[in-house]
């Protein structure tokens, strides 16, 4: 096995550098679903002021995003600029899957909770890395995916984990044993509905929404009974009218080159394009529980590149949208592209932090990363835009119409921002976020509803040859200005951390795992994982000690070299 | 080995058994109804013809919605067609079951010159051919395995995909329509030339 040779090889590196390093991974495993308890993990009892107060907690990582506003900000000081030179391997866990690594890992009380491509999910020991149980979901033959067979990651509520699936389902396992206590058939995977997004619980709710919008899908957030798994409520993305003020400008003001004549012609011949329109959501909602409000952030329009055959401005596609947590019913949006057909949608979650309104007045806020290469700033009242950021990535030739020859313009339709989230330090008033310079042609064609196959309305196409890079980006929110940008060798996908000890994390698909200064970018630290590092990091602590850590599984999507690696690490 | 005529005229015969047979397939077990698959696919995996799809070891979902398309006239074929028009559901996900489980053959073809492994690595890259095939081109769920396939098939699906005359999917038309016409043929050959086994089994 593959993996077993990596594994041997890891660790006889380490054993000869590293002292006191353990190395753990999966043993031979050959069922083929259903769990496998190598020892029963400790209860958790993970409750809803848990939950609430995660921003503060330095022993646990209890969401995704750290916490319900999803700064990505850890408060844990002891891994700092003064010894993070000295970051090391504790553990390294070698998992079943050799495939893209898009996952967080949930700490709760020195047991990690982490998935792989596929639903497997693993309770890892978070101190020594030895295997507590492992899940492995057994698959219905239907699946229809776009981008990799990845999962971002388990919520947690109560003693329960619970998980998206890639044949759409959410399912809720046993903390302790790893065992199956219900699951959901959320939507028809043969439509093209599929999860790959992390669950977020809140209030004795699960929310999810669902990818898809590459299959003509209706996409939609839910809420779902944390016990029980029945659904509490729905919101479509895609409104029945999902038309729109027919904007001829985006966020930034720039002209969308949009035939409005023509647009308005369609809708009279073929109607509101609503069933079939997309709209998919891949990341997790904030939660303001102030007001009792979610902010998450909607996908492209289907089909991505054809715009013919659905008129107007296809709400709520590209958008942020605010609900009320505890009915779902709509409480604003802010479309940052009408009438997408260049697939640069929104998909890195939404951050909740104050921010200086045009009056210099602090004032609650909501900020997103947009693979336009802008971060937006927005007025948690009522979505509306109060600045937009500098451009982090190249935009020339925006928004140049794909025809069926190929256009060229920049971003490529991966991004600038990808769904890699951001982090920010309040303090310093910056977002971190990770871009791709990814040169491509957009090409056009007409094809009608597939139901549930690839929709695209033509193709991307990368331009071989061309030279593509990424970079790090810190960008003062307040103003908008980039405040320092780090360039990479390749294009960044995968999401930061910041934490309290003035520090940036995140990781390359050529495999290094880097540290950088918050306030000006300096590279403090490198460690070389040996596959792609396209995951976003999390920081937890166990008996007092700090630890920092990532998934090592290259990418899909970009094609990075894939691994099956989960690493932490310590600083002493 | 058959001739295409011979083949296509031998499922014509076993698809109208079928039909003038009418529900009474329905009652036989899944080997039966595989031995008429093994006409064409071959009753060790092996077509018969370098134009028929290995469908031994091919990812579940992908022959599911096969069968279902050739049912509904999706994807039209004179001989499958007919086939699939007698199955239900139910049928069509028993067979995909029954075939997924078997060894994909080894057809023997060999791995392309570096040129064309190169020229095919940049046509892979540049419409992200890897994104829904994944690492190794070993597909999964509904969408298809490519590595180790007939080189003449995956040739010509790919050329039908691009003029349209295969219609079940049409984001692979528009993608096919992206790719210069040149870069089929190396595709097909790199594809065709890849020895996977080693990487099977990770995860699904």
């Known amino acids: 096995m593959g993996s077993c040779k990596t594994a041997a090889t890891i660790a006889g590196a380490l054993a000869l550098s590293l002292a006191g390093t353990t190395l753990a991974m999966a043993g031979d495993e050959t069922e083929t679903v259903a769990t496998t308890t190598t020892r029963e993990a400790p209860v958790p009892s993970v409750t809803q002021d848990m939950l609430s107060g995660a921003a503060t907690d330095t022993q646990n990582n209890l969401h995704t995003n750290l916490n319900y506003e999803q700064t990505r900000y850890y408060q844990g000081k002891q891994i700092n600029k003064s010894n993070v030179e000295g970051l090391r391997p504790a553990w390294i866990f070698q998992t079943e899957v050799k495939e893209s690594l898009e996952t967080t890992p949930i700490v709760v009380d020195g047991v990690m909770y982490v998935t792989t491509s596929f639903n497997h999910v693993y309770a890892i020991d978070a101190k020594t890395g030895e295997q507590f149980w492992h899940y492995k979901h057994k698959m219905g033959p239907v699946t229809t995916y776009c981008c990799g067979p990845n999962n971002r990651g388990v919520a947690i509520h109560g003693d329960k984990v619970y998980m998206g699936t890639l044949d759409a389902k959410l399912v809720a396992l046993d903390a302790k044993t790893g065992s199956l206590i219900w699951e959901t058939q959320i939507a028809d995977p043969e439509l093209g509905y599929s999860e790959t997004m992390a669950p977020t619980a809140v209030d004795g709710k699960i929310l999810i929404g669902t990818n898809g919008g590459e299959y003509g899908i209706r996409g939609f957030v839910r809420a779902y009974d944390a016990e029980t798994g029945k659904q509490v409520w729905n919101f479509h993305t895609i409104p029945e009218n999902s038309v729109g003020v027919w904007a001829t400008h985006d966020a930034t003001g720039k002209d969308m080159h949009r035939d409005i004549e023509a647009e308005k012609a369609a809708l009279k011949k073929l109607g509101d394009p609503y069933k079939t329109l997309g709209g998919g959501v891949w990341q997790n909602p904030a939660v303001d529980l102030e007001t009792k409000r979610i902010f998450f952030v909607v996908g492209n329009p289907s089909p991505d590149l054809d715009g013919s055959i659905r008129p107007g401005d296809n709400l709520y596609t590209d958008s942020l949208v605010s609900v009320d947590l505890n009915s779902g019913e709509y409480v604003c949006h802010f479309q940052y592209i009408a009438h997408d057909v260049w697939d640069l949608d929104s998909v890195s979650p939404p951050i909740l932090v104050d921010v200086k309104d045009k009056d210099g007045k602090t004032v609650p806020g909501v900020i997103h990363a947009g693979k336009t290469g802008n971060v937006y700033v927005h007025n948690r009242d009522d979505c509306s835009l109060i600045r937009f950021s500098e451009a982090m990535v190249d935009q020339t030739g925006m928004w140049t119409l794909p025809t069926p020859e190929g256009a060229k313009m920049l971003p490529g339709a991966n991004g600038g921002v990808e769904w890699s989230p951001m982090a920010v330090n309040p303090d310093l008033g910056l977002s971190y976020a990770v871009n791709l310079h990814q040169p491509m042609t957009y090409h056009v064609e007409s094809s009608p509803y597939p139901g549930g196959k690839l929709w695209l309305g033509g193709a991307f196409k990368v331009i071989p040859g061309s030279e593509q890079f990424g970079n790090v980006t810190a960008v003062d929110y307040n103003t908008g200005k980039i405040k320092w940008q780090k360039k990479t060798p390749l294009p960044m996908m995968g999401g930061a951390l910041a934490t309290a000890g003035g520090l940036v994390f995140t990781g390359e698909g050529d495999g290094w795992f880097r540290a950088y200064d918050a306030e000006n970018g300096d590279v403090l630290w490198s460690f070389h994982a040996g596959a792609g590092v396209n995951a976003p990091p999390a920081a937890y602590s166990v008996d007092g000690k700090e630890y920092i850590v990532v998934g090592a599984g290259g990418n899909t999507q970009i094609d990075f070299k894939r691994g099956n690696n989960i690493i932490a690490f310590t600083a002493d | ?204």
């Not at chain 2, 799809?53 to 599911?64: A, M, N």
């Not at chain 2, 940049?122 to 395995?145: E, M, P, V, W, Y």
């Open chain 2, 1 to 204: 080995m058959l001739r295409i005529s011979d083949w296509a005229l031998t499922a014509a015969l076993f698809a109208s058994t079928l039909i003038m047979g009418g529900g009474a397939i329905a009652a036989e077990d899944i080997e039966q109804k595989a031995q008429l698959c093994a006409t064409c696919h071959g009753a060790d995996g092996v077509p018969v013809d370098k134009k028929t799809p290995v469908i031994w070891g091919q990812d579940e979902g992908y022959l599911y919605l096969q069968l279902r398309d050739f049912k509904s006239g999706m994807r039209k074929s004179d001989v499958m067609g007919p086939i699939a028009s007698q199955f239900e559901k139910q049928d069509m996900y028993d067979l995909a079951a029954y075939f997924t489980k078997k060894k994909w053959p080894n057809l023997g073809q060999p791995a392309a010159p570096s040129d064309v492994a190169a020229k095919a690595e940049s046509a892979a890259k540049s419409i992200g051919c890897r994104g829904c095939h994944l690492d190794n081109f070993q597909g999964d769920g509904t969408t298809a395995r490519l590595a180790g396939q007939w080189q003449e098939y995956l040739l010509n699906q790919m050329l039908a995909f691009r003029d349209g005359s295969r219609g079940n999917n049409p984001g692979m038309s528009d993608l096919m329509k992206a790719t210069p016409k040149e870069d089929f043929e190396p595709l097909s050959k790199y594809l065709a030339g890849l020895q996977i086994d080693q990487y099977l089994g990770h995860g699904r």
